[in-house]
């Protein structure tokens, strides 16, 4: 008996979804190792610090790189948790692992770019902001990477969903299934969202950027939704009252 399986269910992958997948796959050593390879790009352009005015300029460059940081972590872990439900290996998913992938790596550049500028420029002040004057093309770029990534996994999940009876899912998984597709769809939404004003504002490219700050509120609703779903669920397999106990 090994010990993951002495800790309770909640503590080894989730409460209400029986994870399918198995050992770590060929797929996801490949996916971890290019996830490793993004997050060493947000700072393989760094150099040592040679003077001390250099190791201030670093340190004011940790918030940039801590929120990419935590955006790409992000990413994994939701990467992460489609295979650990699903564990699926067929061409499709092959496919669609690489095309998201692939997204990844170019999102890459625009984020730390973005959060650069954003965090450590505007709020040192030591350099001159490009976002004036290029905010239109920054903001084409990382949108169309943010819709890349997340309408792949949004794809992902879709498959999902359609193989719920070949796979089996119980009512709970299915419930959860289609929260994860939901708050997907309303991510892609906020990204498509994005692009739209991005075309129809170009000389005022911030409100494009201020669409993503709805991103908080809709995946807080999505996640009180599930709760309140599978609370009726549990509610409704909960046995009846015996009249004759009373």
Known sequence: ??????????????????????????????????????LT???????VPATPA??????WQFPAFALCFAFLIWIWHLHYRFHRRFGFEDAGTV?????????????VFPLKYLAQELVTTNLVGEHPSTLAEQGTQVMILYSSGFVGIFLTLT????????????????????????????GLLLTVGLG????????????????????????????????WRSRVELTRLEASRAPAADPARL
Not at 41 to 47: D, I
Not at 54 to 59: K, M, Y
Not at 193 to 216: E, I, K, N, R, Y
């Open 95 to 107: 496919a669609l692992n690489g095309v998201l992938l692939f997204f990844v790596v170019f999102y």
């Open 192 to 223: 498509f969202a994005s692009l739209l004003l991005v075309f129809l504002l170009p000389d005022q490219p911030a409100w494009s950027g201020f669409v993503f700050f709805f991103m908080g509120p809709l995946h807080a609703w999505n996640g």
């Open 155 to 182: 794809l992902m999940y879709w498959r999902a969903w359609r193989m719920r009876d070949l796979i089996s899912l119980d009512a709970a998984e299915r419930l959860l299934t289609k929260s994860s597709l939901r």
């Open 1 to 38: 008996m090994s010990f993951a399986s002495l800790l309770p269910r909640r503590l080894r992958g989730e409460e209400h979804f029986r994870w399918r997948g198995g050992d770590v796959s060929r797929l996801e050593t490949l996916s971890d190792a290019v996830f490793a390879f993004a």
């Open 41 to 47: 790009l947000l700072v393989v352009s760094g150099t």
């Open 54 to 59: 250099q190791l201030q300029d670093l340190f």
